[in-house]
């Protein structure tokens, strides 16, 4: 029987030679490589382990815009406070709670003044509260990836307490992965893509890309030893000068994703044209409930005009953070003004942000 | 797991107890946690480890796939 410390013996040894191939196929392409990912939880993975410190100078791992709540548009933060004023329950994940819209005021701020405003785990929470309050109307956030939106469909299916609501706001990652790609100011070399927005959508919607743009593209899991083995298999690609897609995540991964997630969106959502924070409008990149289930649509509660302009506090990087063309370090604010004790940004506030991930896993070169 | 409010984050837990309904209690690290089956297409049984995010496990951990992703690690260098 093995030991745990043998376990660990092992991943040491496996990290050790990713790293020296890592290295050795950096050699052999002898150029710059700039490599993206698109999900805030793999920024997490690479800043947490400290991997860009263990890197060769010519890999660069760029964030790209995968944290959900930095995307997610001002109008909504602004329509939910203005939706909690009116006697309505909330309900959000804690990462939406803390924030600010134009105002620089956040859900957290309204709770202070006494509204009422709950973070939970979950949609289902979302629901026995519904259940629980009959007497007033809750108000589920629905934001988040295609990882996030099938929770929400699959409470709709349900048929959840006629007091329950959705203010649906969901994202689509084919469309920004779109965007970035056609984009003549990025050099993008590779593409890793999200671990669990593939769990559930399948490669099938990914296999035009790297034909299409001229660049590999493999999936990747979220243990350090998982992203730097799809890191290895992507510069191997780059070597062989092979363009494809390939999975690197297969203990969750199937090429078809999870059918039975995938059909309840189908039922539940139609995809509209959508905004993005601080990036602007993308086509076809968002979800909203579809006729079916529009007794459900918060929206239809609303009889107020929001619309803004602007949806990012003055001097605030955050739309080129989202798109990888700033790093954090290269916003006035970002650990001035900006920290993840005063936020100002959303970069900052969420865990996911990667202005806030910068500041917590500080990079030792 | 309560204080867990990543959005896409997600955790691998393992079965401990199928409640019917379409529900389970499932573990990570001595927490327990009651959590939905109901969007997972493959069979789980008692000791199975699943993808789990907001409550809700979206896939089956496949062990040999996992088995032959570590193995793929080792692979010579082919340089």
């Known amino acids: ?365 | 797991m309560q204080n867990v409010l990543l959005m896409c984050l997600s955790v691998v837990a393992q079965i401990e107890e199928i409640i019917g309904d379409g529900e389970a209690v499932a573990t990570l690290n001595g927490v327990r946690k009651t959590i939905e089956l109901g969007l997972l297409e493959d069979d789980v049984n008692v000791g199975d480890w699943v993808l789990l995010h907001t409550g809700y496990a979206i896939s089956k951990v496949d062990y040999e796939q996992a088995r032959k992703m570590l193995d793929a690690m080792e692979l010579a260098d082919s340089l």
């Open chain 1, 1 to 365: 029987m093995k030991e745990y410390s043998d376990y660990l013996t092992e991943l040491n040894e496996k990290t050790a030679a990713l790293l020296t191939k890592i290295t050795k196929y950096c050699k052999v392409l002898n150029r710059q490589i700039n490599v993206m990912h698109v999900c805030g939880t793999h920024e997490a993975t690479v800043s947490r382990a400290g991997i860009r410190s263990l890197l060769p100078k010519n890999l660069r791992i760029i964030s790209g815009p995968g944290c959900p709540v930095c995307i997610c548009p001002a109008e909504h933060i602004t329509t939910a406070k203005e939706l909690a004023k009116r006697g309505n329950i909330i309900t959000t994940f804690g990462d939406m709670f803390k924030v600010p819209d134009t105002t620089l005021k956040s859900l957290s701020h309204l709770k202070a003044e006494g509204h009422d405003i709950r973070t939970v785990y979950s949609a289902m929470d979302a629901v026995k509260i519904a259940e629980k309050n009959p007497d007033k109307r809750v108000i589920w956030l629905g934001v988040g990836f295609e990882t996030t939106a099938p929770m929400t469909a699959y409470e709709l299916m349900k048929k959840p307490p006629s007091n329950f609501y959705v203010l649906a706001d969901f994202r689509l990652v084919p469309p920004a992965l779109d965007l970035l790609l056609s984009d003549p100011e990025h050099e993008l070399t590779g593409i890793i893509l999200p671990g669990h927005v593939t769990t559930v959508m399948g490669l099938k919607e990914y296999e035009e890309f790297p034909r299409r743009y001229g660049i590999p593209m493999t999936v990747a899991g979220f243990e350090a030893v998982e992203f730097l083995y799809a890191l290895e298999v992507l510069l191997k690609m780059m070597v062989d000068g092979e363009l494809g897609l390939k999975n690197s995540y297969t203990k969750v991964v199937r090429y078809e994703g999870n059918p039975k997630a995938k059909e309840v969106m189908k039922k539940v959502f139609k995809v509209v044209d959508a905004k993005w924070r601080g990036i602007g409008t993308v086509k076809q990149s968002g979800y909203d409930l579809n006729e079916d289930f529009r007794e459900y649509n918060a929206r239809n509660l609303i009889d107020f005009d929001i619309s803004l302009e602007y949806d990012l506090p003055k001097g605030c990087r955050c739309g080129g953070v989202i798109l990888g063309k700033v790093e954090p370090e290269e916003c006035p604010h970002f650990l001035r003004r900006c920290t993840p004790e005063t936020a100002i940004g959303p970069c900052m506030v969420s865990d996911e942000g990667t202005c806030r991930i910068r500041a917590t896993f500080r990079e030792v070169r």
